[in-house]
């Protein structure tokens, strides 16, 4: 065993670039929110994925919050979204009052099973919000399906899913977080590019596009008011403090504009992953990710699925002992502490599944990936 040789589950990588442009930020004397950089940041995203509107927030959890306020959640409103994810993709519409309805995830996917949708549909559903585990798109074309018939909004979580895309039975590839009515990026230190807290909200649906601005603004028309709209601002409705500082915005420039390279320099790191060890779930060791073909994969994340707990914690602790940081992920909502009285929906058996046998490989680009191969490979 050698102590120094640490291989953790995750490191942020620094372009380089990032203090240079936070130090612009300060000397351009406006770090306050929706400076230089918020600008160049909202632009990147409009011109290189097409998105109608983005709106940097401090967090994916703050831009959730933004899309429940948006869609005018209610005490009662009852909610779709998968019972495998992170706890703000709830938190932000049980916040307004809403009911969750905990979907369960696909056999072949921790994503929710779309077939299972509409049977969960109510009077009182007002909105679905899929998930895309892994950066691996939602089958799209049916969320979006059952969202028209039962005239439903769609909110993307988008936390992880940053430069992946969705190919519909029109043939046409869009962009995750461009489908659903809204959608909520991430930019956390764990995900593919990032100012350590961070996130945006996109808006696809124009009736929004006026109110987000309010609401991100604590209810005010501020931002008409700096764009000579209007001669003065006021409150005009509820609203909270949802945008970072011109500081933050800064450090994710510097991210963006290296977003190719990082990119590629995940995909290969996945590849050499998905290549190397695909002898050992041939043998039926574990379950490797699978991409439909109407995903594509940002190498957001690289995962095993084992046949037991037992086996998952296994892996974990033997990789651990050689100091290689492997992690399981998100205990089932539906059987959460807060959650598991109030929940009333039935067994969801994939998603405890995935909450037993799921384990995250170390995955970030300065990481050489053939210590942990090597390593599993030893392991059977
Ligand atoms: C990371 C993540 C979030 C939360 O993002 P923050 O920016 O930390 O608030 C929400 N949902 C999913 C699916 C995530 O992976």
Known sequence: MNNTNITPFNKPYLTGKEGHYIYQAVLSGKISGDGIFTKRCHEFFEFTF???????????????????????????????????????????????????????SRKDHP????????????ERTRAIVPVHYAGI?????????VANKYNLYVVEDAAQAIDSYYTGADGVKRPLGSIGHLAAFSFHETKNIMSGEGGMIVINDERFVERAEIIREKGTNRSRFFRGEVDKYGWVDIGSSFLPSDIIAAFLYAQLENLADIQNKRKQIWNQYHTELSELAAKGHFNMPVVPAYASNNSHMFYLVFDSLDE??????????????S????????????????????????????????????????????IVISAIKALF
């Open 50 to 104: 097409g998105f109608r509107k983005c709106l940097l927030t401090t967090s994916c959890t703050d831009a959730l919050e933004m899309a429940s306020l948006l869609i005018d959640i209610k005490e009662g409103d009852e909610v779709i979204m998968p019972s495998y994810t992170f706890v703000s993709t709830a938190n932000a519409f049980v916040l307004r009052g809403a009911k969750i309805v905990f979907c369960d």
């Open 327 to 370: 992690v399981f992920h998100y205990l089932s909502l539906h059987k959460s502490p807060y959650y598991e009285a109030k929940y009333t929906g039935e067994e969801l058996p994939e998603t405890d599944r995935y909450s037993d046998c799921l384990l995250r490989l170390p995955l970030y680009y300065e990481l050489n990936p053939e």
């Open 111 to 122: 994503g929710m099973d779309e077939d299972l949708i509409e049977g969960l549909v109510t």
């Open 137 to 145: 798109a939602c089958d799209m074309d049916k969320i979006m399906q």
């Open 312 to 325: 998952r914690n296994r892996v974990i602790k033997s990789l651990k002992d050689q100091n290689i940081y």
